[in-house]
């Protein structure tokens, strides 16, 4: 029972499930369901898909999240940058308003669904980890930029498109002289009310008698309203004969049953994307889940995220959606309209199926331009260039990562974008731990401590060499190393012995024992003798199953101002003629 | 002078060039160029290429490598991996034998010198560290095999190809009833005499009065007796036209002035081979480098040498040639037979392209089978599996990145497989870090010390919960941390104060920085108080340089033991009350 609990979420609050935390979860379910009608359509569109697939990719994925996943304000469903990164990866496969491209983003969703599943059973949602904050900022601030710039053409009422800001600014300026003038006076009126809305509504709505919460929930009805006036103003003035571009028919139905296709060239296609938005996805939805979840003291489990994640897009993929994941604003919407557990999001998915049978002829009027400057005030929130002054202040290195990020993303598109920004930060932090300190050591005079030559008065031997690592050995700084410390005997010929002080290794890898086993043989053919000291118990344990010790020219001591006794009492001539024996 | 030097080492060695170092360069140039006329024929045949390209491949770039490698000893030309992965790279691009094939040849050799050159010139050596060591071996043993198993149709005289070893070894079995009894015979005694010759013929040199240097010399003439006798004994019984396989017209000329082609679709094709080819020939020619220049207590520039190396690439490219890099077998040879300076390589260009200009009509009737042969036993003694064992004694994951190198080569090709060996030895380190060791602490009583409550008998106070780290903070490890410590204190509702002592935090990254904010809000929203101890003075000074001490809810205290002192005095009440506030 207790494992089965572990992967269904569902029997532990479900068993405390009352009637006080059903009206709660019903508000919060209303309130939501009137914000995600004209964001899901929306966001329908920013992915290249029709308006209603907005509203499927909302019902199913948010029921199944309800049974398996852990957070109890998350709400899922089609988000900004995941839809955009959907519409890049279609974009290769098929055109806009195909078949092929909607069947395309049922095995997209499929895909991504499946992947997150297994990373979710394996436990490998660490995998994420390798996303840098920095990374993850700059390429939601490049991908902010991309969604706005694509959404121009919709406010313009122009042709024109592409995945990268360079396509789109050429598409905007190529198709500029047919802009539409009843497109663009609804396109900017919602967009300026839209941007009012966010900073003046709520302050007004408190001054004529709302309280705070009531005022904030108001204040994010904002978009309704604007879909309310300009799809009667189209209707009213009969604007869709100049030229309006209006959403149309959209069939009354519930999420029809889907089946991806499966054919493996599109599955090889879709593969590297996939993964893409899986991790994307899952990174923006485990940091908001982990947010709302601290405000009640109550935790999430990443595994089982994943595991809520990847049921909730195999449920589009069977029921004419695209990819999903919990989004921001909309969780944020539900936290706030006091949402106390998951079947807040099943009441959702009720009001969005209710939705989708009964109002989308209501919606046959409405232009895409209110929903473009829907998508335009929602991403530009998510912009941020701070980043790049906040990390050139703290760390260079990450300086380089967010910068890369944002320009290639900006350049040559969401997917290599996000790839080199993954690949950048592991080069840079590889290539920190490729060189680690190391400093020459001596003794400070009657002590016991040795300390830096360059930095400390000490007491050495001309014919002892001490180097203190500060890092673990492995692959990355095996042959820095042997580099470091070949080049220190070269210049030398005077040393016999070569100490290494193995005080802060923690780790010795096989790299890094092969080149230790190249160090005592180069050492060795050159006379001098390799010795190491003060090395850590499980370091000398793995040691002691290599050939390393067997073969060492030098000695092994306990500690470092033992060995250096020992080695300084030698005599000149002994070191000399037994340097190419063994005598540890 | 000095900074020209730096990149012509000829200046350096060439000043204090005498007749007892010519005499000697002399003698050891005409032992490698006997013995490098067979391999680079067979060289040849394993990339693809005709028999003239592998000498042609040895003459410029042996030169040029004279003028800016930093080895004494080393020889570069054809070897066999590299040899392996241009076919691999060339057969996706064009049919062997065909214009095209010949054309990709110098486009791939030119691409990777500029690459090994820009390599030298940005410093950028250390890439070449992410190939951990048994990733290499694994590449190397896994390479060895496919080689062996290719050139068997040679021995066989049948058809057949392939680039792993399931379409080897289909391509074997598909055409074994093709089977060429003549050739069988030459191929069989050939590969028989030469695992002779490794064994048997130097004691036998020795029994026959020879020094010891000159009988190992004369082992390594081995080779050019089989090409002799084979190539006497198909010429004496014609028995080209029983079907043998020969080598037949190879123009006599010296090397000609080629030009790669250049279109964007072939380097686009070639980018990866050739930074493989690049990065494998590199690490593979340092090793060899660094081996021999330690027995004379010399240095190679690591960084020159991958100048050295692509000016030796970018000459194989305008010259007829394939990619080169620096061999094993040829460079202990031309070391062994007492080279000095890399005027021996030099020399033995000038014997190769006396072989191109004069002995080219005498290898007609050389049989493929000999070739072969040679390759064969040749790449034997690089297969070593118990790299597979040592690891799997010494260390887990070691052993998984050499397994995976073995299987992915083997099964999906060369490129595959060293691109994946690379991938999952980085992952499996970060990995590993990014699960640090914390250790929850208390009080020794009586003392300062702090030790791991689960190891010692310490003193807690049930309102103050202490973790040490042991690691630096970044990207990887981030979000464990974050889930570490929330874990931690929503596990346990008593918790007033965190302290993270960092005496073992040699970095913190921008990422772990926000985790940290991360960490410090939500633990103020559960009304508990983040104190920091034993913070690094590197990390201190930028941390300042960040917002996190402005709003952190607790204190930054000099050592453990002072922040416990001062949080048990502060009564029950103190800590709730003021548990919003920040007070640091």
Not at 20 to 44: E, G, H, N, R, W
Not at 473 to 480: G, I
Request: hydrophobic share 50%; charged share 15%; proline share 5%.
């Amino acid at each position: 029972m207790a494992s089965i609990a572990r992967y269904l979420p569902i029997l532990d609050w479900g068993r405390r499930y009352d009637r006080d935390t059903f009206s709660d979860d019903l508000v919060a379910a209303v309130i939501v369901t009137i914000m995600l009608i004209p964001q899901s359509l929306a966001y329908a569109l920013l992915a290249g898909m029709p308006p209603e697939a907005g509203l499927y990719a909302s019902i199913v994925p948010i029921l199944l999240y309800a049974v398996f996943g852990t957070s109890r304000a998350l709400a899922v469903g089609p988000v900004a940058v995941v839809s955009l990164m959907t519409a890049a990866a279609l974009g290769q496969i098929a055109e806009q308003g195909t078949m092929g491209y909607a069947a395309a983003a049922l095995t997209l969703a499929g895909l991504s669904g499946a992947m997150l599943l297994v990373m979710g059973l394996f436990r490998l949602g660490f995998l994420a980890n390798f996303l840098s904050h920095p990374v993850i900022a700059g390429f939601i601030t490049a991908s902010g930029i991309i969604i706005a710039v694509s959404q121009l053409r919709h406010i313009l009422g122009i042709g024109g498109g592409g995945h990268t800001l360079i396509e789109l600014v050429e598409g905007l300026v190529t198709h500029l002289p047919e802009t539409n003038i009843a497109t663009l006076a609804i396109g900017i009126s919602a967009t300026g009310f839209l941007f009012w809305v966010r900073k003046g509504l709520k302050p007004l709505l408190r001054r004529l008698g709302l309280g705070p919460r009531l005022a904030e929930i108001g204040a994010k009805a904002g978009p309704v309203a604007a879909v309310l006036v300009t799809t009667l103003a189209v209707w009213g003035f009969d604007l869709e004969s100049s030229g309006v571009a209006i959403v149309g028919d959209v069939p009354q139905s519930l999420p029809p049953l889907t089946f991806p296709a499966l054919s493996t060239t599109l599955l090889g296609q879709l593969f590297l994307p996939a993964l893409l938005i899986s991790v994307i996805g899952f990174v923006e939805s485990i940091s908001v889940a982990q947010t709302l979840a601290a405000k009640k003291r109550e935790r999430v489990d990443p595994d089982q995220e994943l595991i809520g994640l990847g049921a909730a897009n195999l449920g589009a993929a069977f029921t004419g959606g695209f990819p999903v994941t919990g989004g921001f604003s909309r969780s944020v919407v539900n936290f706030d309209a006091g949402a106390r557990t998951p079947a807040a999001g099943a009441l959702t998915a009720v009001g969005l199926a209710i939705a989708a049978l009964a109002l989308t002829p209501l919606i046959y009027f409405l232009p895409k331009a209110t929903l473009a400057a829907t998508i335009i005030v929602a991403v530009l929130s998510l912009v941020d260039f701070g980043v790049l002054r906040r990390s050139w202040t703290y760390s260079k290195p990450d300086f380089i990562a967010v910068a890369t990020t944002i320009g290639i993303t900006l350049a040559l598109g969401v997917e290599l974008g996000v790839s080199s920004g993954v690949a950048i930060s592991i080069l840079l932090y590889l290539f920190k731990t490729s060189r680690p300190h190391v400093a020459e050591v001596g003794r400070i005079a009657g002590t016991e401590h040795f300390r830096n030559i360059h930095r400390h008065k000490v007491e050495t031997d001309p014919r002892i060499v001490t180097l203190r690592i500060d890092e673990s050995l492995y692959f990355a700084n095996a042959r820095f190393l042997e580099d470091h410390i070949l080049d220190r005997v070269t210049r030398d010929k005077a040393v016999r012995h070569v100490i290494l002080q193995c005080s802060a290794v923690n780790e010795i890898d096989m790299s890094a024992l092969e080149s230790l086993e190249a160090i005592n043989e180069r050492l060795r053919e050159m006379g001098v003798k390799l010795h190491l000291s003060e090395v850590k118990g499980p370091v000398m344990d793995r040691l002691k199953r290599s050939h390393l010790l067997d073969e060492l020219s030098g000695k092994v001591f306990l500690s470092q101002h033992g060995a250096v006794m020992a080695l300084s009492a030698i005599p000149e001539t002994d070191a000399d003629t037994s340097g190419t024996e063994p005598s540890g």
